[in-house]
């Protein structure tokens, strides 16, 4: 008689899930006894970067991932990613052991009391089965929760003492469900002709575009109806080719501003972003005088908490292609579209790229830009610096450029770990560069660990800028002067690195950047690059 363990690993097998992200605990050993051979189990060393290393792998994989975290501890330390994956649709089972069902009414040690609870709102469901033998078909309910639309994590606890039960009268059926969702025709048709029939119409593309790998399809639209494409304010994964001429850069995140850089449109449409992402509070109009607009997103619930708009529930990528079959193509843009120079990041580059000692955040990611391989993965976590990194990065590729969707900390350093494995198990092999602040860089700092490991050759580049410089742009923009902590001095991330088993590399100019990156590309794992750069307020806006 096979036991639940037997019957699950077979359903997660099936399910191809035979990649475990984790940090184990004494609730989690039973059901890791015996690890099958054909698994495998990448070891984080906190659980915050077990489920951003997760998100990333499922994200380059565009597969379900799975993690494996310690009861009530563990799910509490990857609750900052948990809200993050949420935000970023990346669908993720995270599992977690609970104490003994017999013992559990008293409440032992590491007991999670509500388990839940406890991760709620940032998951699409959480559970834990009332019986051992419910345990393969909670699995599977999982794993249906987390992939259709809109996907996201969800959460499985399960008591140490299911997994050596036998699985007498278990279900271990595995189905399939569908992940995307079409529009309604009728309601398309009206879409259409309401963009057709527009004098000035514009796109506001979001990640939705580029998770459903959908850039031809977000191109196709905007050529036939000629017409601007803006990027959603802080998109987390670029919908459109930089470099396309109706390209006119990202929305900024705060209504007033936003509302003024649609002025001119008469009819907008949002494809697969919130409405509107916003961040700082700058009063004014959601919207221009004059202008309607569209939404399409496949979340109902995003759908129903925007404040203007008539929506239209549907995938992203089916809904561009539904709609670039009916709109009425023109042949020109009607007016010249300008590309701004700092592209989706929402405000502008605050440096020039003078000035040498120390370098620019401007001169930094130029030279980043010149000397990486064309294909470079490149992710962000360095606030203030967005402007200049996206005013010396145009992302002309799909896929090669990620970033968070919530603005929690410490995502992006265990998500590169994720992507550059997923690079090595695809056989892809694109090199990935991580910039991350010195501030960002601590919140997850142990996922250099697993990139030692698994000898990921990353390059992790972090702008030393002493501060948390985007904090000191929030305090002038609210008038909050006065607030304490927003200096950070006298990190050294060569010694970080190297506590950590990473190759960390201290460099101040232009050709020692250079240096250190070709001697980065040639290491078989992670490289730690600080650069001093000018520390710079930049205007939020
Ligand atoms: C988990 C978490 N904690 C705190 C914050 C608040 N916060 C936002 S930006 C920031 C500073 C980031 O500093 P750094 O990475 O050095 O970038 P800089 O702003 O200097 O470019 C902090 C602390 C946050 N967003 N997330």
């Avoid at 089965?129 to 909670?138: C, G, K, M, N, S």
């Avoid at 459903?212 to 905007?222: D, E, M, N, Y």
């Avoid at 992710?379 to 970033?403: C, K, R």
Wanted: glycine residues 8%.
């Amino acid at each position: 008689m096979p036991t639940i363990r037997e019957a699950t690993y077979d359903l997660l097998r099936q399910l191809g899930l035979t990649t475990i992200f984790g940090n184990p605990g004494s609730t989690e050993e039973t059901f890791l006894k015996d690890f099958p051979t054909d698994f495998r189990y990448v070891l984080t060393l906190h659980e915050a970067a077990a489920v951003g290393t997760a998100d990333g792998y499922a994200q380059a994989t565009r597969r379900p991932a799975l993690v494996n975290v310690h009861t009530a501890a563990g799910l509490g330390n990857a609750m900052s990613n948990i809200l993050t994956a949420y935000q970023n649709r990346t669908p993720l089972i995270i599992t977690a052991g609970n104490q003994t069902r017999d013992m559990l009414l008293m409440e032992p040690w590491l007991t999670n009391v509500e388990p839940s609870m406890l991760p709620r709102p940032w998951v699409k469901w959480s559970y834990e089965p009332v019986r051992a033998a419910d345990v393969p078909a909670a699995l599977m309910r999982a794993w249906a929760m987390a992939v259709q639309p809109p996907a996201g994590p969800v959460f499985l606890s399960i008591p140490l003492d299911d997994w050596d039960q036998p699985a007498v009268g278990v279900n271990t059926g595995v189905r399939s469900v569908a992940t995307r969702i079409a529009p309604d025709p009728a309601r398309i048709d009206e879409l259409a002709e309401r963009l057709s029939a527009a004098s000035h119409p514009a796109l506001i593309y979001g990640a939705a575009i580029a998770r459903g790998q959908g850039w031809p399809q977000a191109v196709a639209l905007a050529e036939t109806l000629q017409a601007p494409v803006y990027a959603a304010p802080a998109s987390e994964r670029p919908p459109f080719p930089e470099t396309h001429p109706l390209y006119a850069g990202g929305l900024p995140f705060a209504m007033g501003p936003l509302a003024q850089k649609l002025a001119g449109h008469d009819v907008a449409v949002v494809i697969g972003a919130p409405v509107f992402r916003y961040y700082p509070y700058v009063a004014g109009a959601y919207l221009p005088d004059g202008l309607t607009l569209l939404h399409i997103t496949d979340d109902p619930a995003e759908a129903g908490r925007a404040p203007v708009g008539d929506s239209l529930l549907g995938d992203a990528v089916l809904s561009l292609e539904a709609l670039t079959a009916r709109v009425r193509p023109r042949s020109a843009p009607i007016q010249p579209v300008t590309r701004p120079a700092h592209g989706m990041a929402p405000h502008p580059a605050s440096s020039d790229a003078t000035g040498d000692r120390p370098l620019s955040a401007l001169a930094l990611f130029q030279t980043l830009r010149a000397t990486a391989p064309a294909d470079t993965v490149l992710v962000e976590e360095s606030p203030s610096n967005l402007g200049d990194l996206h005013t010396a990065w145009p992302v002309d590729q799909p896929d090669s450029f990620y970033t968070f969707a919530s603005g929690s900390l410490g995502w992006n350093l265990p998500a590169s770990v994720g992507l550059a494995l997923a690079e090595r198990d695809s056989g892809r092999h694109r090199p990935v560069l991580a910039v991350i602040g010195d501030g960002s860089f601590q919140y997850s700092i142990q996922g250099l660990w697993t990139a030692v490991q698994q000898a990921l050759p990353i390059l992790f580049v972090v702008p030393c800028n002493g501060q948390y410089g985007i904090l000191k742009s929030f305090a002038r923009l609210e008038e909050t002067p006065g607030v304490p902590g927003l200096d950070i001095p006298g990190l050294d991330f060569v010694a970080l690195a190297k506590g950590y088993g990473a190759h960390g590399v201290r460099a101040s100019t232009r050709e020692e950047i250079q240096a250190a990156c070709a001697d980065a590309w040639q290491r078989p794992g992670p490289t730690l690059l600080e650069v001093p750069i000018q520390p710079s307020i930049p205007p939020l806006i």
